[in-house]
């Protein structure tokens, strides 16, 4: 339970399959690798603080299971979700750029940790700014860091590194009228994963881009499972508080075990 628990919060946080919406319209014209990630950047998400609330749908072979989560975030300080179901919260999330908090009340157990577990699940590594900016529509990877070759698929830009990482192959398609993303993926080929985070719709939020469904799907060999984000309110920079405390008497736990 607590495994299945913490996946559901954990990765509804780090991963986010239909196409984003766009202006009735609008059409991708070509336009060069750089110039779309120098467009992707002018459209960076720029307010220092989230509230939200969010609809979580998991699903794999055996389970479907929906909570509601509670998210604060405080820019590249720290990630807060309190999860619940029928009303009642039953655990809490805290990430910072340094480690990973957790505790969930119904077995009383806690993790107190660093990223290793979802480097490993990934293939590459992960951290406070690649999980951010999943949630907030923007690349996991800094795409100024590398050359790409871009096309224009569909009604999208896609962006493909001329040179992959040794370990993984990663993908990225790139909304033509507000270059967020509309798709990130990532491959590997020898383990046979898929990670794809799909940004199925944005909305406006006073002058900021958001988005408002994220589709997430994590492949193993033939296992499969998914995870439906909806975001159900969404305010900028309000005063936050992150109050966390893992309650006395509860043990510690290893998720690797």
């Given at each position: 339970m607590l495994k299945k628990t913490f996946h559901i919060?954990?990765?509804?946080?780090l991963?986010?399959?239909?196409?984003s919406k766009i202006v009735e319209g609008s059409t991708a014209i070509a336009m060069s690798s750089k110039n779309i990630v120098k467009n992707h950047y002018e459209y960076q998400f720029d307010k220092k603080t989230i509230s939200a609330r969010l609809k979580a749908v998991?699903?794999?072979k055996d389970n479907l299971q929906t909570i509601t989560i509670k998210l604060?975030?405080?820019k590249d300080k720290i990630i807060w979700m309190s999860g619940g179901m029928l009303g009642y919260p039953f655990a809490k999330i805290m990430i910072t750029p340094t480690k990973v908090l957790f505790y969930e009340k119904l077995n009383k157990t806690y993790f107190e940790g660093d990223f290793t577990l979802l480097s490993d699940f990934l293939g590459t590594d992960v951290d406070f700014e690649i999980i951010q900016n999943l949630l907030i529509g923007e690349s996991i990877l800094d795409l100024n860091n590398k050359k790409y070759s871009a096309k224009v698929q569909g009604n999208t830009y896609m962006l493909v590194p001329k040179k992959q990482e040794e370990l993984f192959d990663i993908l990225f398609w790139i909304n033509p009228v507000n270059f967020k993303m509309n798709k990130q993926e990532v491959r590997q080929l020898k383990d046979q994963k898929k990670l794809t985070v799909n940004y199925a719709e944005y909305q406006k939020i006073k002058d900021e881009v958001f988005p408002r469904l994220i589709n997430i799907t994590a492949v193993?060999?033939?296992?499969?499972?998914?995870?439906?984000?909806?975001?159900?309110?969404?305010e900028f920079d309000r005063k936050l508080s992150f109050p966390f405390k893992i309650p006395h008497g509860y043990q510690e736990i290893y998720l690797n075990e």
């Open positions: 919060l954990f990765i509804s946080t991963l986010i399959s239909c196409k998991y699903k794999d604060r975030l405080e193993e060999k033939i296992t499969r499972t998914f995870i439906d984000l909806e975001y159900k309110s969404v």
